[in-house]
């Protein structure tokens, strides 16, 4: 598993950020935490899932995927 952050331009409140881990929950990405406030999303996807398919995702869910990194799977997300 690699651990993503990902900025998301769109996101205006909690309904946001259920519609943007639904979309990633359906490209097989798991533990998912997003937030509208701070314009993010922290997730993990399996090694063969490639995470241009995350981006694709969140852009046909109506939003904008914008700067994304990998992080270590020991950083704590706040």
Same mark, same amino acid.
């Given at each position: 598993?690699?651990?993503?952050?990902?900025?998301?331009?769109?996101?205006?409140?909690?309904?946001? *950020?259920?519609? =943007? @881990? &639904? !979309?990633?929950?359906? %490209?097989?990405?798991? +533990?998912?935490?997003?937030?509208?406030?701070?314009?993010?999303?922290?997730?993990?996807?399996?090694? *063969?899932?490639? =995470? @241009? &398919? !995350?981006?694709?995702? %969140?852009?046909?869910? +109506?939003?904008?995927?914008?700067?994304?990194?990998?992080?270590?799977?020991?950083?704590?997300?706040?």
């Amino acid at each position: 598993m690699n651990k993503f952050k990902v900025n998301i331009q769109g996101m205006t409140c909690a309904g946001c *950020e259920k519609h =943007v @881990e &639904s !979309a990633l929950e359906k %490209i097989g990405a798991k +533990n998912i935490e997003s937030s509208f406030r701070r314009g993010e999303a922290v997730f993990e996807l399996p090694n *063969e899932i490639e =995470v @241009e &398919s !995350a981006i694709k995702a %969140i852009d046909e869910a +109506n939003y904008k995927a914008r700067e994304i990194e990998e992080v270590s799977s020991l950083e704590t997300w706040r």
